[in-house]
């Protein structure tokens, strides 16, 4: 922070000289285009001297030095499967730049235990996953680790690179992210970077630092017929667990204390507990393409009569006649339209995770599956998946309105766990999924994307998907409308971690149900008010969750419980629904954004959510010297009580309360001020962080025992760079 300041600093006071120093140089530029006018009609009609030479070369000197390096970056992602594109953006964009590194999401939809990198839940159940992950430990730390369908893979005009840094407090108990990217190209369509993440949150609570370090490899081949994505990232993430604190008065009610005290100094429940996770792979998509070319002046060329094309430069005779009357009638430019594609996707994989705890956790956990005082677990996970797609490409003739594909999967998981204390044993699991999509992606006002596979171990088949969603666009008053409607059924056994789960302190071997969720919705959308309302509904049998249980140990001063982790199943039908609106209103300088989010559950104890999720935004935009964009406003998250998630540190995920001792959390604001500026290639913010805590006490809890982070200074800088 001590040396960040000055940097902002210097940047502020360098504007005017900066709008002063452009003015200068759009002067003398006239001048001396005056000058060299004058000069070229001083020496008109006359032979070439040296006076010209010298002149011209001054001349092309100055072009020269006038030459910029070329900039822009395209961006796209894929899908997790098929490879289809979807353009992005490459984050660089300023607004909420303020918000990008909270663990909690830029709008404030998820609960953490509090520090930079911990482990997150979300709120909103449109933001939990229907499906169950292969390797759950990983869930939680979503916010970090980044998977093949986020990757922005980019095409540049010159090698671009961007540096962005995040930092709050001190030493102690300060925050930091470092996070670099640089992409390239080796010819026009080849391209390919890689990105570095470094973040390491102290904590501003005994033993809850934070340590990830991540990376990604990517790059791209797209050819007129072949096209090839291919990934490699590797992640290591160290979270400290503390367990919560020892009395939540330390927070709620800080008066029943004698002596004023610093969050540092809150008494936890664990001193030398650790998780770590090791999440490391790579995977390759890519396509060939069997298809014809279509000149850019041909309407008429279907795939069978130009499975064979002329070349697509006409022969002239010394008139300059056409030899070839066909050829002629089309341009020498062409696009090559793929009629149908053969998609291979490879995906490899290897998860580590383990629980160390150099302490006795017999008072903090209720059981104990081995002798010794200290635990040290391992969970490992292997994968390899192949996926072969046939698809029909739609848009090749006018009749091939929408597309086709068929695919074939296999999946191969591996996984290892403590069988004893010095024992471990290994699982092998093999799923084979046969699926088919239809798809339209390139209609001008209606698309849709529907989808059905079902999978099985290869003895047995059960489990299957439905996807489904249709969108339609018109204007209107010359404004944007967009309908949006979706569907998803999937019918999914629970993965191995749901099933067994081996710990010092946690342990199960349990025959579950498959689970079956049924969600369906829809979104409008206006451009004209600004306006985007989504309705969700969904139905969950066999509802799969963790779940704690409290014990009291006997002959305690004060009621102590220990812990207990399981899994379990809802016996009766969930119901949830969700209300969502995205309203912004702008009235000249004055921008203020909205996220609403009501929610209702038919179990608020096993499925517990919020009534309301609110986000709000009021700023301020305006430029200085026509430069420098400024963002000056403040925001405010908030959410109604509810029996919020608790956490267990052993298990690594969040879990529902114990019903001996529900606690509810919520109902407490977090207003952030902040300052956002954009200059050319330069973002950075100030940002006051939740202005409104009192030291007095309240019930600022995300998680029942883990207080939020009290007020602090935040700052961030992004620079992009094109050489």
């Known amino acids: 922070m001590k040396t960040l300041l000055p940097i902002l600093a210097a940047l502020l006071l360098m504007l005017p000289a900066d709008a002063g120093a452009q003015q200068r140089v759009r002067r003398n530029n006239t001048a001396d285009s005056r000058r060299i006018g004058q000069l070229d009609r001083n020496t008109a009609g006359n032979d070439t001297t040296a006076a010209n030479r010298n002149q011209g070369t001054r001349i092309s000197d100055r072009k020269k030095k006038s030459e910029k390096i070329p900039t ?14 979807d353009s992005t953006q490459v984050d660089t964009l300023p607004h909420t730049f303020q918000n990008s590194n909270f663990s909690d999401g830029p709008y404030g939809e998820y609960n953490t235990l509090g520090n930079l990198g911990s482990p997150r839940h979300p709120r909103l159940f449109t933001l939990r996953s229907m499906d169950f992950s292969q390797f759950i430990f990983a869930d939680p730390h979503d916010y970090f680790i980044t998977t093949f369908d986020q990757v922005r893979f980019t095409n540049t005009k ?57 990376g990604t490899l990517w790059g791209s081949i797209n050819k007129e017929k072949y096209n090839a994505h291919f990934t490699v990232y590797t992640n290591y993430l160290k979270t400290g667990e503390n367990g919560g604190i020892t009395n939540d008065d330390y927070v709620k009610n800080p008066e029943n204390f004698p002596s004023r005290f610093d969050t540092k100094d809150i008494p936890t429940n664990l001193s030398k507990a650790w998780n770590k996770i090791h999440a490391d792979g790579a995977q390759l998509t890519h396509s060939y393409s069997l298809g014809f070319r279509r000149y850019n002046n041909d309407t008429t060329a279907t795939a069978a009569d130009t499975l064979q094309p002329a070349e697509p430069d006409p022969t002239y005779d010394a008139a300059g006649l056409a030899q070839d009357t066909a ?14 594609s053969f998609i291979h996707t490879l995906k490899l ?9 150099n302490e006795d956790l017999s008072g903090f956990y209720t059981e104990s599956f081995f002798d010794n005082d200290s635990t040290s677990v391992r969970h490992t996970h292997t994968n390899v998946t192949n996926l072969l797609a046939v698809q029909l490409n739609e848009g090749f003739n006018r009749w091939a309105m929408a597309g086709i594909r068929l ?52 003895d047995t088949w059960g489990e ?10 018109f204007r209107l008053a010359r404004k944007q409308m967009k309908l949006k409607a979706f569907a998803h059924i999937i019918n999914r056994e629970p993965t191995y971690f749901y099933r067994h789960f081996h710990s010092h302190h946690i342990w199960w071997d349990k025959e579950l149900k498959n689970q079956t969720s049924t969600r369906i919705g829809g979104t409008v959308s206006s451009e004209l008010t600004r306006t985007r309302l989504t309705l969700d509904a969904q139905n969950i049998s066999h509802y799969t969750y963790f779940a704690n249980s409290q014990s009291l140990i006997p002959d305690t001063e004060d009621e102590t419980y220990t812990m207990a982790t399981d899994v379990r199943q809802a016996g009766d039908d969930i119901q949830l629904l969700s209300l969502r609106l995205d309203q912004d209103f702008r009235a000249g300088i004055l921008n203020w954004e909205n996220r609403i989010a009501y929610q209702t559950t038919s179990d608020k104890h096993v499925y517990p959510l919020p009534t309301l999720n609110v986000y709000t935004n009021l700023d301020l935009l305006f430029h200085i010297a026509k430069v420098l964009r400024v963002e000056f406003g403040a925001d405010m998250r908030y959410f109604t009580k509810y029996e919020v998630p608790t956490y267990s540190p052993e298990l690594g995920m969040f879990a529902i309360q114990a019903p ?11 207003i952030n001020v902040y300052a956002n500026f954009h200059l050319k290639h330069t973002r950075f913010y100030v940002m006051a962080h939740h202005v409104n805590y009192n030291k007095e006490g309240g019930n600022v809890f995300l998680a029942p025992h883990y207080p939020y982070n009290p007020f602090i200074l935040k700052l961030g800088l992004s620079w992009n760079f094109f050489n």
Do not use: M
């Open 72 to 85: 822009g970056i395209k961006a796209w992602t894929l899908h997790k499967d098929f490879g289809t594109v």
């Open 158 to 214: 010159s090698p671009f690179t961007n540096l962005t840094y995040h930092e709050c407090g001190d030493r102690e108990d300060g925050e930091d992210r470092f996070r670099a990217l640089f992409a390239v190209n080796a010819s026009r369509d080849i391209g390919f970077g890689f990105n570095i993440d470094y973040l390491y949150g102290r904590g501003y609570h005994d033993h809850q630092s934070t340590s990830d370090l991540g």
């Open 327 to 340: 050829t002629l009638k089309r341009d020498s430019t062409y696009t090559f339209v793929p009629v149908t």
């Open 349 to 357: 994989a290897r998860n580590t995770h383990k629980f160390i705890a």
């Open 407 to 458: 695919f074939a999967q296999h999946e191969y998981d591996r996984f290892t766990q403590p069988k004893g204390r010095l024992l471990s044993e290994t699982t092998a699991e093999n799923t084979f999924t046969l699926g088919g999509a239809l798809y339209r992606e390139q209609g001008g006002s209606l698309n849709f994307n529907l989808l059905a596979q079902t999978s099985g171990s290869g």
């Open 464 to 473: 299957f998907e439905l996807d489904g969603n249709a969108s339609i666009q």
């Open 660 to 670: 001996e001792n529900r606690i509810k959390a919520g109902n407490h604001p977090v």
